[in-house]
């Protein structure tokens, strides 16, 4: 299987005037096509700097990434990258919001605008397309932020704590949704996320990375054994679910 994404020791150092901070050190790990991979970490120890990186928002001071064998710097493919909050912007409909990059990459085919109405009736949003984000709730806006980044067809997909805003009912039914949403894609996923629970019923892989300057401590790959439909509620009644989160506790905290 090709590697869809590759990072080869990965260093990272914020540079201020009155002092460095070192961000990562030395991280490598590579992810599959299609694969789901999760980051787990303690607090500021540079999970988002990473994404930063993979975004292309802040440099690669050193080590190299490369995204489907190619140097990430020549690569082509589009890497989509969803936050925390959804950032829609209020005073913009639904429509418009799910087609906000495709204006912003001055899109002219219609074809792409076509894409947005079809991932919105899919996901459920048809009835909302000339609705305003406040008319939605928390959940139906992350679903809209994921649609506005799935119309730009990115290879591959950074979440950085997407459903961390949302109440733990929510959360639950907005991982499942947009969980299945990634798979029915087909998309290459990188999910950051301080929920250990939401780590193991979401990836394929989990990542821990060590305190800062954020190391690859272990990386566990997950399987559950599900009896019915699998959803992140079903996770949590697997019979490998509380090992996993026993094995993920103690990487964490040792
Ligand atoms: P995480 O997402 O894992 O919580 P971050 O990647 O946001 O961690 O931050 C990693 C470390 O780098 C933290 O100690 C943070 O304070 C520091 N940091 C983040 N952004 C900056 C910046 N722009 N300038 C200096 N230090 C930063
Ligand atoms: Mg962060």
Not at 44 to 50: D, E, H, M, P, Q
Not at 133 to 142: N, T
Not at 159 to 175: G, I, K, M, N, W
Not at 212 to 231: A, F
């Amino acid at each position: 299987m090709p590697s869809a994404l590759s990072l080869n020791h990965i260093t990272y150092t914020y540079h201020s005037i009155s002092k460095e901070t070192k961000a990562l050190s030395d991280i490598s790990f590579e992810i599959e096509q299609g694969e789901f991979v999760a980051i787990v970490g303690p607090s500021g120890c540079g999970k988002s700097t990473l994404l930063h990186i993979l975004a292309g928002l802040l440099p690669l001071q050193s080590g190299s990434i490369k995204i489907n064998e190619t140097p990430f710097e020549k690569s082509p493919e589009y890497i989509g990258y969803m936050l925390q909050t959804d950032q829609l912007l209020p005073w913009k409909t639904i429509y418009e919001n799910a087609t906000l990059g495709l204006h912003i990459q001055k899109e002219k085919h219609p074809e792409a605008f076509q894409r947005a109405d079809y991932l919105l009736s899919l996901y459920g949003l048809e009835d909302f397309r000339n609705a305003y984000p406040k008319q939605l709730s928390g959940g139906m806006r992350q679903r809209v932020a994921l649609i506005r980044t799935l119309v730009l067809s990115p290879k591959i997909l950074l979440l950085d704590e997407p459903f961390s805003a949302l109440d733990y009912q929510t959360r639950l039914q907005v991982s499942n949704d947009i969980g299945q949403i990634i798979r029915k894609e087909h998309k290459t996923a990188l999910l950051v996320t301080h929920d250990l629970s939401e780590a193991i019923s979401m990836a394929h892989r989990v990542i821990v990375l060590s305190k800062r300057p954020g190391t690859v401590k272990t990386i566990v790959p997950i399987q559950l054994t599900y009896t019915g439909e699998s959803s992140p509620a079903a996770a949590r009644k697997t019979a490998e679910f509380k090992d996993y989160f026993d094995i993920l506790w103690r990487a964490l905290n040792d």
